[in-house]
């Protein structure tokens, strides 16, 4: 069974950085099936995609987050990381790593790391 297990957030001031990480394992885990992205839900918002990254490293971003953060990923260590620099108030969420696997519509959810951008 696979398991992805975010950590790396916590409280930020506005216009700093953080960087979060998603550790995937499991049984027969074959990293490079999946593509492994980033969501957040804030209160009050429905949860929206943040970032992704496929096997072969195409990227795909929210508006919202164009040119302030970064989606990277370590098949040596079968993780995932969301860079945030420049961070906003309206950045602050609940966020949370998933890991999917398109040819068997697998999808896998962490419990998610959380993020506050206050001051």
């Known amino acids: 069974q696979v398991q992805v297990v975010e950590s790396g957030g916590g409280l930020v001031q506005p216009g700093g950085s953080l960087r979060l990480s998603c550790a995937a394992s499991g049984s027969s885990f074959t990293f490079n099936r999946y593509i492994m992205g980033w969501y957040r839900h804030a209160p009050g918002k429905e949860r929206e995609l943040v970032a992704s990254?496929?096997?072969?490293?195409?990227?795909n971003y929210a508006d919202s987050v164009k040119g302030r953060f970064t989606i990277s990923r370590d098949g040596a260590k079968n993780t995932v990381y969301l860079q945030m620099n420049s961070l906003k108030p309206e950045d602050t969420a609940r966020y949370y790593c998933?890991?999917?696997?398109?040819?068997?519509?697998?999808?896998?959810w962490g419990q998610g790391t959380l993020v506050t951008v206050s001051s």
């Open positions: 998933n890991a999917r696997w398109v040819a068997v519509r697998l999808d896998v």
């Open positions: 990254i496929t096997s072969g490293g195409i990227t």
